[in-house]
């Protein structure tokens, strides 16, 4: 059996095998630029480490082909995929281009771990002969950035992007303001970021993203699946904003820059209008960046908001988020407010269950105590928090979302999201270590069936992923509860 992860939902392989050669053409349908991207980013991950000088052709016919095409089957929902493999040919259908793109990451896994490899290899290149018929239990399958305690570069965001889209995920969560730093530029208020994101945890430069360089990055996630949803933390964790314009303070005054991790001493002055119409700037500008439906407004922790105050401000920034066309998302303690049956509510304490359950409405479930990456794997782990436990592979990986809500709808559960929280990390490296290897549990989670998950089973293929990511130069947790190969 190959070693995938998610598990498909069915999966037959025979004895024979295909093979990759310099001659194997991808095949696409005539004038589908969107497969032929597909097509072009399957080649580009083939390249390097094969050598070959790997085609893209519409309706190719000669033997040894990959074939990417799109089928009307809607069995195979949105990202479903269904994959035929025998020694001459490769077909991957899919009912929508998403599913070619998740049906793609499952034959670069079906390849040996050299396929990883930057460089070219011996090979050789081949595919197990078989079938497999895929497709997601969850819509929501997300990861979460914290780019605001500390700073990360764009080719840094790129990488994860990249490392996550492997494991089929497909929403990627930008927490881009915080007490410690404003990461995005916002035109019509550019101290935000002229003054706001010039620090981070500890002291350091900070720094923040571009308009462009926002819109690359959601292009760079659009293109592999990805859906990015762009969080301003309101109305608590707003320091750096308090710290750069004066008047969106209380008393008039701005704070000091702020480069601690204590959370909950911040807050916008609910009262004041311009409060409003910093924010309209704000999530106007977002909005109009972000070709996805999403934003979040955060709303975690507003422990300096009285919860009148708190209350009457998310239904105020609600109207808001939709004056700009958008499905608002918030943290949990937002469901204290009477929300509209759209807005979804991410669960992170289990604290305000009752008013989610009451609500009834959409959730994401990202339980700090199972999903939190930031969380140490164990006593000795140097990096990483510890507030919420400590989060060994098996404690990721081992949990039924259906469990958490007691008598909530499983319909209103859109998924599950992995927050990984940024006050002890630095740089790209630190992102690996504690994202892997629990993001692929959460992975397998967000997208295979319940029935037969079980985690003997599933380290024995996570063992399998180690020789891969040591290829692809990863920076993973050599957690002993895994059988490493
Ligand atoms: C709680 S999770 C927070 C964050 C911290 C995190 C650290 C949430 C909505 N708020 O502000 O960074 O814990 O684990």
């Given at each position: 059996m190959p070693n995938l992860i998610p598990q498909p939902v069915s999966i037959t392989l025979t004895d024979g095998a295909f093979s990759i050669a310099p001659t194997t053409v991808i095949s696409v349908p005539d004038a589908a630029p969107e497969l032929t991207a597909i097509g072009q980013y399957l080649a580009d991950s083939l390249i390097p480490p094969t050598g070959f000088d790997l085609q893209v052709q519409t309706n190719?016919?000669?033997v040894g082909y990959i074939s990417l095409a799109l089928v009307a089957d809607p069995s195979l929902g949105d990202e479903g995929y269904h994959l035929t493999i025998t020694p001459e040919t490769v077909t991957l259908t899919a009912h929508q281009p998403a599913g070619l793109f998740w049906g793609v990451q499952t034959l670069r896994q079906l390849l040996p771990p050299a396929i990883e490899s930057a460089s070219p290899q011996p090979g050789p290149w081949t595919i197990p002969t078989g079938e497999i018929r895929d497709h997601p239990r969850f819509a929501w399958r997300g990861v979460m950035l914290d780019v605001a305690r500390h700073f990360f570069s764009v080719d840094a965001v790129k990488?994860?992007?990249d490392l996550a889209a492997c494991y089929k995920i497909n929403r990627f969560h930008l927490h881009l303001s915080d007490d410690q730093g404003w990461r995005i530029e916002i035109k019509t208020w550019p101290n935000l970021t002229?003054?706001?994101?010039?620090?981070e945890?500890?002291?350091?430069?900070g720094g923040y993203y571009t308009q462009a360089e926002y819109a690359d990055l959601v292009a760079y996630a659009q293109a592999r699946y990805m859906v990015v949803i762009p969080e301003i933390d309101l109305p608590g964790h707003t320091n750096a904003a308090l710290a750069s314009y004066p008047e969106l303070n209380g008393d008039g005054k701005a704070p000091d820059l702020y480069t601690g991790t204590e959370v909950g001493f911040s807050s916008l002055c609910v009262d004041k209008e311009i409060t409003y119409q910093f924010l309209n700037d704000v999530l106007g500008e977002l909005a109009a960046l972000t070709p996805g439906p999403y934003l979040h407004i955060g709303g975690d922790e507003a422990a300096a908001t009285p919860l009148p105050d708190y209350v009457r401000f998310v239904?105020?920034?609600?109207?808001?988020?939709a004056a700009h066309g958008k499905q608002m998302i918030g943290w949990e303690e937002v469901t204290r407010a009477e929300l509209n049956d759209e807005t979804i509510a991410q669960l992170w304490t289990n604290k305000h269950d009752q008013h989610i359950i009451g609500r009834g409405g959409p959730v994401i479930l990202s339980p700090a105590f199972k999903t939190y990456l930031d969380m140490k794997y164990t006593a000795t782990t140097t990096l990483g928090l510890r507030w919420a436990g400590l989060i060994e592979v098996a404690d990721a990986y081992a949990w039924e979302p259906n469990d958490l809500l007691p008598d909530f709808p499983s319909a209103k559960i859109l998924g599950i999201e992995a927050p990984l929280w940024s006050e002890t990390l630095e740089d790209i490296k630190d992102i690996e270590f504690m994202a892997f290897p629990r993001l692929p549990g959460y992975a397998e989670i967000g997208w295979s069936p319940q029935e037969g998950r079980a985690w003997d089973e599933y380290r024995l293929r996570l063992a399998a992923h180690g020789p891969r990511w040591q290829v692809m130069n990863l920076n993973f947790?050599?957690?002993s509860q895994i059988p490493w190969e």
């Open positions: 190719a016919t000669s990488r994860y992007i002229a003054h706001g994101g010039s620090t945890v500890g002291g350091g430069p239904e105020r920034v609600e109207t808001l988020v947790y050599r957690s």
